[in-house]
């Protein structure tokens, strides 16, 4: 791990909230439009990440070319590990459907 892996780390650590009752781990850090969790790459990383993907990659794992982190629990906010899982878009889309959270159509896009 770069020492850049590591500061992102440890930031990413310090925002990441205690569980609440469904187990859910809030993002105690900004938020972006959508509702899901941003922090900033840092220093010559000059993007912004979602939080809950830098989670995943931490603490779970690398994240497959194409793949996205959907959030079991259906919590934007939430950081734990546990709830995410690296899922096709797709497949991300139709448990998105199943759980009311998006409409086939007027749907944002994420
Ligand atoms: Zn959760």
């Not at 993007?47 to 959030?71: C, K, N, W």
């Not at 934007?76 to 546990?82: A, Q, T």
Request: charged share 25%.
């Amino acid at each position: 791990m770069t020492g850049h892996w590591e500061t992102l780390r440890v930031r990413t650590a310090t925002k990441i909230g205690e569980a609440d009752e469904n187990g859910c781990m809030p993002w105690l850090g900004a938020l972006d439009g959508t509702g899901y969790g941003m922090i900033a790459a840092g220093p010559g990383w000059p993007t912004t990440l979602r939080a809950h993907r830098i989670s995943y990659e931490l603490f779970v794992g690398p994240i497959d070319q194409g793949m996205v982190v959907d959030h079991t629990c259906g919590n934007r906010r939430c950081c734990n590990p546990e709830h995410l899982q690296a899922v096709t878009s797709a497949e991300n889309q139709r448990r998105a459907y199943a759980r009311g959270e998006r409409r086939p159509r007027g749907a944002r896009r994420a």
